[in-house]
């Protein structure tokens, strides 16, 4: 129910957007972050569930808080970067959307070396 009135604002919005970009190109970008900014609002509750089912997975499987840390770590810089990208893209900036995307796919890379050297220590040990 809740995705129905997501898209129903995101509807509206649009509607809107396309009324006042044509009298007042600023203000459509403004009502844009706006929306980006309720929508992201919205789905953010939803979050700390999924965290709590990480959490309690990683304790039955007996994994590492550091590394369900650095997973979900991970995830959340994915996220926000296509999010930032996506609302620099309807602002019509898209070499500054670029920019974050690449800017996030380097911290994913970095933050991810922990666990690519754990899996790596774990492939040599298992080899003769």
Partial sequence: ???LQIIGLGFV???LSLIIKQQRPELAVQLSLTLATVIFLLVLSKISVVLNLFRDLAEKA???QMYLNTILKIIGIAYITE???????DANE???ASKIE???KVLVMVMA???IA???DTIVKLMP
């Avoid at 999010?83 to 893209?89: L, S």
């Fill in 113 to 115: 070396i922990p666990i």
């Fill in 102 to 104: 690449f800017a996030g």
């Fill in 62 to 64: 007996n994994i590492s």
């Fill in 94 to 96: 898209g070499a500054i």
């Fill in 118 to 120: 754990l899996v790596l």
């Fill in 83 to 89: 999010f930032g990208a996506q609302v620099c893209r």
């Fill in 1 to 3: 129910m809740e995705m």
């Fill in 13 to 15: 919005v649009m509607l």
